[in-house]
């Protein structure tokens, strides 16, 4: 029994729109709270609000749903330290976990089972100071760093993180993934093809299908 709560935005069933896994029967599990405040930020709604939830009732709420993927996910899932044990109980019940995480907090203790989708904030975002370099050392062959770029500069900046840090032979995926309201797709497309980049560009598959409906 785990009594220790969290504080939770929605919890749902749907495709999973982004990494590796894209097109996937998942649950997301959406944390309250973010401590930064990205320009382009599509879930502003879970900054604040949500409800108190023992783990123990989310793990109830995933397991009738009946699927192989969870994803934990924000704003920030790492503002709030009982994650890390929300991690572990999921991954012990058997389920194979994802961790969508800003890359501004220490992941350090993670569990070695959950795979981390680690942002690294372009200047576009407006928060790429708060970059966590050091988290880099954190992440291994299953592990998945994503980009989100708003234009050249944003994507110039990327690259050079690639090579600087040589992702492509630490983690299993880079992704480039475009700004909704910026590069378009098909430039951003032409910029990694020109470039012979070793990333993995993607689109939002959900807001394909749904547009910005939440809780999809």
Not at 40 to 62: A, H, K, N, P
Not at 115 to 125: C, E, I, T
Not at 173 to 179: H, T
Request: hydrophobic share 40%; net charge negative; charged share 25%.
């Amino acid at each position: 029994m785990f009594s220790e709560s969290l504080r939770i935005s929605e919890i749902f069933y749907s495709l999973q729109g982004e990494s590796r896994t894209s097109g996937l029967p998942t649950v997301f599990v959406r944390l309250t709270g973010c401590p930064l405040r990205c320009n382009w930020c599509d879930t502003e709604y879970s900054f604040s609000g949500g409800e108190r939830r023992t783990i123990d009732s989310i793990l109830q709420q995933v397991a009738g749903y009946g699927a192989k993927y969870v994803c934990v996910t924000g704003g920030e899932p790492l503002a709030q330290p009982d994650c890390l044990l929300l991690l572990k109980c999921l991954a012990d019940a058997g389920y194979e976990v994802s961790l969508e995480t800003s890359g501004a907090l220490d992941l350090a203790e993670v569990d070695a089972r959950i795979v981390k989708v680690m942002d690294l904030k372009a200047p576009g975002s407006g928060e790429s100071g708060k970059n966590l370099y050091q988290n880099i050392q954190h992440l291994d062959h299953k592990d998945q760093v994503k980009f989100v770029i708003a234009d050249r500069a944003d994507y110039d900046w990327s690259a050079s993180k690639l090579i600087e840090y040589d992702l492509a032979g630490k983690v299993s995926d880079v992704l480039f993934s475009p700004v909704s309201t910026g590069v378009e797709p098909a430039e951003l497309a032409e910029w990694i093809l020109a470039d012979r980049l070793p990333v993995r560009f993607q689109i939002q598959l959900h807001r394909v299908i749904w547009g910005d409906k939440t809780g999809v």
